[in-house]
């Protein structure tokens, strides 16, 4: 058992059974003095979203055990490999993206072992969990948080106010089937065993602004307060907006993506968003919205292939 009022750091280890190579992760415990809820933070889903990991980073630090109630688990770096090796997105061992990849299997890929081993030992113990992103490598996006609802009023109710109280401007709500298991994203299945939770987002291109790190410890900070865990004044400052049918638009072809929209323009259904040309200038491709909505990520990226987003929007809640 954890003795009260400690802070420990260290590395949560296991071997890849297929191959014996080493998995992963950085993680610090933060022990309050008295009791609470157990909140998990998990940083670098993606290795390149900087902003979610320096923030998870930073909360460890300044999380004083003496003034905490109940546990803090941060993970700073869950994508370690990719972190290593500035990749977007995917691992490098199977070119998974790790958000597809829970609940895992020990004995499928690398990163569904990474999933099922960091499930096991500790998404399991979460009373509340937060996942944090910061705008991968090949993409600009305006900062927002995701939950989902679950039928479930309790779970629902408190997904909403975390998102409510993290003060990004934009919440985007979708619906999570619990008849059958996620398989892509972990708050949503742990939504669907009964934690609330998050995703959130700020941060982008693979870069490190202070702005952006700022935005999620506010986030955090507030969570905190909220669910009992540590004292203080919640700030809210953001005029939110709900946005739902959330979707994203994926390239067909390969080529060079010139957008014509930027974050937080409106665009209508079948609105041409950019094109794509081929590697002689030619247009190959027109890409239109889905839906008359919001936008709020673009590929900065140029370079495209079949299944890349290009654009994701969702349309406001009047």
């Excluded at 952006?212 to 700030?235: D, Y």
Aim: hydrophobic residues 35%; contains cysteine.
């Amino acid at each position: 058992m954890v003795a009260r009022g400690t802070k420990e750091k260290g590395w949560l280890e296991t071997k890849y059974r297929n191959t014996g190579e080493p998995i992963r992760f950085p993680i610090g415990t933060v022990t309050g003095v008295q009791d609470g809820p157990t909140l998990v933070v998990l940083g670098g889903m993606h290795g390149s979203e900087f902003a979610g990991i320096d923030a998870a980073i930073k909360l460890f630090q300044e999380t004083d055990p003496a003034k905490l109630k109940g546990t803090l688990k941060v993970c700073t770096i869950y994508n370690l490999p990719a972190f290593v090796n500035n990749l977007g997105f995917v691992i490098p061992h199977d070119g998974k993206n790790p958000s597809a990849c829970f609940p895992g299997t020990p004995v499928g890929t690398y990163g569904e072992a990474m999933a099922y081993f960091f499930d096991q030992e500790v998404l399991s113990t979460a009373d509340y969990y937060v996942e944090l992103h910061g705008g991968d490598i090949p993409e600009a996006l305006t900062p927002f948080t995701f939950y989902g609802e679950t039928g479930n009023s309790d779970v629902d109710a408190k997904s909403k106010i975390m998102c409510e109280v993290y003060n990004i401007p934009y919440i985007i709500k979708s619906t999570i089937d619990t008849a059958v298991a996620p398989t892509y994203g972990a708050y949503e299945m742990l939504e669907a065993r009964g934690v609330p939770a998050l995703l959130c987002e700020s941060g982008q291109q693979g870069i490190l602004k202070p702005e952006e790190t700022a935005t999620h410890l506010t986030g955090l900070r507030n969570i905190m307060r909220t669910i009992g865990m540590s004292e203080g004044e919640v700030v809210r400052t953001a005029k939110q907006t709900y946005l739902t049918d959330y979707t994203a638009v994926r390239s067909e072809v390969s080529g060079m993506w010139y957008p014509s929209v930027w974050m937080n323009d409106t665009v209508t259904k079948d609105q041409v968003v950019g094109v794509i040309r081929d590697y002689w200038g030619e247009q190959i491709a027109e890409v239109k919205a889905k839906a008359d909505a919001l936008v709020t990520v673009v590929r900065t990226s140029p370079a495209v292939k079949p299944g890349n987003v290009l654009i994701e929007h969702g349309t406001v809640v009047k």
